[in-house]
């Protein structure tokens, strides 16, 4: 009986490994069909906030500018803004399906052209704060996962002080001290390393602090578990439970955080590069939004959407990694 | 599929300092005197453990049996220096096969854990890691203490899952803890706490919350590896089952041993009051007698109860069940978990409606009422949770609680004061919980709201589930009483549904017992108890400790 | 048990605080919070500006004081739009049948794609800038977040045990809705409104700095802070004081907010 059992078991194991991945990639398709559902849904939002807007189209296409009635139908026509609405939506949908995301309004040319000149310089931005988010609250978490009261009440302390500051003030007291006084930083955009390093710190503190805060909570709860005493029952030292046990518990939850933080920053970087001075999407979202720059606006939104619903994706698929629990193959035998 | 054909092979010689005598002090591998365990600090002590003393010999099962709050988990893990953060702990000896386990450092009492002393934690769901699989778990003793070589871990795993009783233990193995079954679990965790071939097995409530056939298979286990010689420190809330395992008993209260022993005197000639309570409170052989038939109440005919689950297979809940309530009677539901017997619960009382079949109550169905009539109907069918705290509004205190069911049955205000001293008294509670919320309340008084509660619209059937399973033994006694005196004094009809054949014996007149959604056996108790036709019931019969019987048999 | 207290009543005061400050500013300064003065561009702190003036010479205590009304009231009325609106479309979600509640969940899933700050760029590229159209831009982008936790309690109230025993103490369903399910459901409504709230606050002050708020002279502490840009080589007062402002009155709120939320978790387990 055993031995029968042993045999049929053997070629099992690939055929298990096969459906994990068939499985992981049902996840991923699955996911990636509704996240176009979602995107499509956001394209159709975004053409029906252009036909509400108030006045024409016509008319801030031509912003201040006065011209002919002949103009005028010209224009109308260059942008079949005649044509009835729904062919309208159509001819729409099918451009944002190719990336055409048209011409600026007031720079008179392809939004991509303008978006993808400050692309990189924002890129750079998210990157180094996702970095140091990572790197920062995984530090703080694990030198705050202290059972002693006070320790808690510093960090818990410190990081809702963190949260509270409004990444901008952050942004302005960092000139202040760093580039104005101590002359450490060069005060105004510069797109070089050195000018990295104040808007990072700016952008990251919150995420920062609510991620540690999030891991700290995650890696005490987690010590807390049956499981773990469990496994010191078995004589594992301290390190090893951490390594082994613990922190891919904590790390559910943050992973979910980092996903959603990861999403917000293309907003948050905004503000922050406008205190910096920094060229990037913000200024030209900014000035767009000032200018009722339309195709520039929306432009950015979709971009934007369309990394969040990635980075979900990755999220989830992280989650499903991590997670056994979470792959929806649980039966009780 | 018995556990006993499993029988794991003779383990081999474990480099341990052998027995080398035959006197009792060589077998002797536990020594404890004048244990206390406290907590905090100042005014803020509180001692866990006061001052207990016990020995464990090799070959030997020690029970420690005490309720919730007891002291008895936390002496438990002081043996392997676990007690907790900022436990503060004395004792004049507590020794470990010759050693004093206070003079060892971190290092060198981690090498004793797992390796010397097994432990296996209650909760087998949390105390596996679920995120990792059934076989790095088990194997984690293996390679921390390098006890086979690494190459060998794997099918080390596989034979103590096997010893263990878990079947197909290599596909297992692969799987992470939650695709395996309570029981499943619970041995697995057993096969973690033995893998490094330990002196000593100390389980804190191996049983609680499995079936009771799945329970008997965990004992006898840790009894097969007794008999191998391996001691055994067995903490249980349950007299009934470590009656049936242990050599020793310790009887824990409030910090203290009220009472020690050899297993069958505790259980035969128990001393202390309180260890006469448990042993009063462990069910016995006595069956209540029946009352006159009444004229049938509540009637069910073929209920079938369908539930789709995404992307599995439809489970079939409850399928084809009849049943009859007569005034005045219990009839008793029993099943293991996931039998239905909640779902046929929740169909009697129109929370869940039938794919098939009907309910009669009253002479009516549930669908032949209008909709005034039937919420006057449903008045008189109550209910009585498992965990009453889920069942009440966490607004509201106490006596807004026995109040509700009076203000929507429209009872004058006059009135009301005077029906909830009554419903008070019924129950046994003291008028005053009746400003204080449900959640400060204990696990009895709680338990014993539900019942006031219930009985506030003067129901002729209150539907129970489970309502003492979450409570502690001397407990569980007391609030059956209560129900059986509330029967007799105002003529309620129960419909008792729960696992613990012992529990619903001492209240029910007639007996269903479920299995997969059918009934497969009922009768009168007497039937069902002493003349079991179904293989099923008789199974569950013997599943079932019988501590005492089993006491007069080593006497 | 006792420093969490403290807490909590520090930030019950800062909030009394502010209230008063943003219902009677007169109250707290006789000075004009838009008088410029020539004479007395950025003085330091003291004096007789005890907390300085920016670079128009106005006295930066009464410009905070009087900015109190603008700063708070944008976050304050998009977080009881939210509330509103989100509770309505949440309990919408939960009660219309499973259509409706597909259709509300994927919109609000749209709405989630999108990153806060933009969704307000979007609103306010499309209604132009200024206080009313900040307000109702912040409301749209939280209202996804109250629409799903009042959906959620919602469905799980309908579940408990305790409605389902009113059920069978004779209720109707509207009775048990109002006895039962709403007040259960509010409490976590509520503490998500507090906790949101600072973060409404942080992000309406971010919109006045980039000029999409309420239109200059208007004392209003992120629109200060944009102001104080230019000049922070010279002085440092005028950037530091309404950004400690902001971050005070956003601590208050989330201290109290974090209590009022574990209190709720404490009533429903």
Redesign the interface.
Known sequence: MAGLLTEASAPGTTARERTRRSRLLRLVLARAAGSVAVLWGAVTVAFLLIQLMPGSTVDVLLARSSVTPRVRAEITAQYHLDDPLFIQYLSYLGRIARGDFGDSYVLRQPVWDAVGAQLPDTLALIAATLLVTAAGSVVLAVLGANRRRWVQSLFAGVESLVVALPPFWLGLLLLTVFSFTLHWFPTVGASGLGGLVLPTLALAAAPTAVVAQVLREGLLRALDEPFVTTARARGIGELALRVRHVLRHALLPATTLMGWIAGSLIGGSVIIEIVFSRQGVGRLVLSAVQDKDMPVVIAVVLLAATVFVVVNIVVDVLQWLIDPRTRGTGRPA | MSTESRTPPAPAPVPSPAPDAEDGAATELVRVEDLTVGFGRGRRRVEAVRGVSFTVRRGEIVAVVGESGSGKSVTARTLVGLAGDGADVRAATLAFDGADLRRLDARRLRALRGRRIGFVLQDALGSLDPLRKVGAEVAEPLREHRTVPPAQVRDEVERLLDAAGVPDPRTRAAQYPHQLSGGLRQRALIASALAARPDLLIADEPTTALDATVQQQILRLLRARAREGTAVLLISHDLGVVGELADRIHVMKDGRFVEEGPAARILTAPRHPYTRALVAAVPGEEIRAAPAPGPELLRADGLVKRYRLPGRPGLTAVDGVSLTVRAGETLGVVGESGSGKTTVGRILMDLVAPDEGRVVFDGRTWGERTRAERRAARRRVQMIHQYPLGSFDPRYTARQLIEEPLRAARVPRAERADRVAELLGHVGLDPGVLDRRARDLSGGQRQRLAIARALAPRPDVVVCDEPVSALDASVQAQVLDVLAGVQERLGVAYVFISHDLGVVRRLSHRVAVMKDGRIVEEGTAEEIFHTPRHPYTTALLAAVPQPRRAARKRL | MT?PRIGLWLGLAVLAVLAAMAAFPGLFTGVDPDAANVNALLRPPGGGHWLGTDQNGRDLYARIVYGARPSLLIGAGAVALALVGGTLVGVAAAQLGRVADQIIS??L??VL???????V??V??????GSSTATIGLAVVSLPGFARVARAEVISLRG???V?????????RP?VVL??VL??ALGPVLALATVSL?AMI?AS??LS????GPRPPTAEW?AM?AG??EF??LA?WP??F??AA??LA??AI??VGRHLQRTVDG??V
């Open positions: 420093r994927r919109l899933d749209v794609s999108v990153p806060g700050l933009l969704l760029f979007l306010v590229a499309v209604l132009g800038p408990r045990a305790y389902e025993a009113a059920y069978g103490f004779g209720w109707s009775q006895r039962h007040p259960n600072g942080v002050s971010s700095f980039v000029g999409l992120g802070l104080s840009r922070l080589a440092w950037a530091a309404p950004g902001i971050t956003v601590l989330t201290t009533s429903t």
